[in-house]
């Protein structure tokens, strides 16, 4: 049980909208800044497909909802919250960046094998070429089980497919449990550090 729950729990690194909206609320800048990167995206594909432009203006409530709390008055703001907006944006940034080299490098293999997105689609058991294009653009997040499939019939390497970037509090928590057991072999690849 505890190998599901580790797999869940690295699949969680990638941005649910449909959490987001379940919640209701966004309550801190990362997700302000997901948001803000998904709703960039929703622009664009709402112009090929208007189920995409009711998400797009719930994810604009939230935003401007997020706004009026945090940011609304300037004398408030003070450099903590500063340092945390900075932070957010650069690992939103980085997820982005992440989001756009796997859909690069899979329509690429696509390509090569002749074969389209909706056909990809249809291999994972996704009937909806909607929510084909919300996987391919990060708006929801895929399952493990679709992604080792993309990298076992693809053949992309699974650390494109997979991100491997640890949340802030994570990588807290693990430096914590290292520097407690005082063994200076043992230590987080710094590529795992965003900030």
Do not use: C
């Not at 909208?17 to 709703?39: F, Q, T």
């Amino acid at each position: 049980m505890a190998d599901k729950q580790g797999v869940y729990h690295i699949m969680k690194t990638e941005f649910d909208i449909e959490a987001i909206l379940k919640k209701g609320r966004l309550s801190n800048e990362l997700d302000y800044e997901r948001v803000l990167v998904a709703e960039r995206k929703l622009r664009l594909l709402a112009k090929e497909d208007a189920q995409f432009t009711t998400l797009r203006h719930q994810l604009r409530l939230l935003l401007e909802t997020y706004e009026l709390g945090e940011w609304s008055d300037p004398d408030s703001i003070d450099d903590r919250q500063l340092i945390q907006s900075e932070k957010a944006e650069f690992i939103a940034e980085q997820e982005r960046q992440f989001m756009e080299t796997r859909k690069r490098t899979i329509r690429n293999r696509l390509k090569q094998l002749e074969l389209t997105q909706e056909n990809l689609g249809s291999i994972l058991g996704h009937r909806s070429k909607t929510h084909m294009s919300e996987l391919m653009n990060g708006i929801k997040p895929f399952t493990l089980k679709d992604l080792i499939i993309i990298h076992r019939l693809l053949k992309i390497e699974i650390s494109i497919l997979v991100p491997v970037f640890l949340s802030d509090s994570d990588q807290k928590r693990v430096k914590f449990a290292v520097d407690k057991l005082d063994k200076p072999m043992v230590k987080l690849a710094a590529d795992d550090l965003l900030f």
